[in-house]
């Protein structure tokens, strides 16, 4: 069974919403942060929202004011809710888990299968 599992992909419309589910299972939940990341065609995966062990949030500027991150302690789980998304956001959206508290990928010990994302104009 894979530590993180995401949910929640698929195609919408721009200016339209998804949420985004990563169920964390097998390894302790409690004190740890989970990233969202994505990586688009041809680009490098970037960094876009966390939550830290406390819940406390950060974002890249690209999805700043749309994307919300929280965490739901009882059923381990980190959703991301994506409001207004735009043909730019379309990617692969991957979850990620670790102990050190970065926006870089390198340390993330776990990581999802990932879970596509498409914006259609």
């Known amino acids: 069974q894979m530590p993180l599992v995401e949910f929640g992909g698929g195609p919408v419309q721009a200016g339209g919403s998804l949420r985004l589910s990563c169920r964390v299972s097998g390894i302790p939940f409690k004190g740890i942060h989970v990233a969202w990341f994505r990586q688009a065609p041809m680009k490098e995966r970037e960094f876009v929202a966390l939550a830290d062990w406390d819940d406390h949030a950060r974002y890249s500027d690209s999805v700043r004011g749309r994307f919300t991150v929280s965490r739901d302690e009882p059923r381990k789980t980190v959703f991301l809710q994506m409001e207004n998304l735009k043909p730019e956001d379309s990617a692969v959206y991957y979850c990620?888990?670790?102990?050190?508290?970065?926006?870089?990928?390198?340390?993330?010990?776990?990581w999802g299968q990932g879970t596509q994302v498409t914006v259609s104009s």
């Open positions: 990620a888990a670790g102990t050190i508290l970065r926006t870089t990928e390198d340390v993330y010990s776990y």
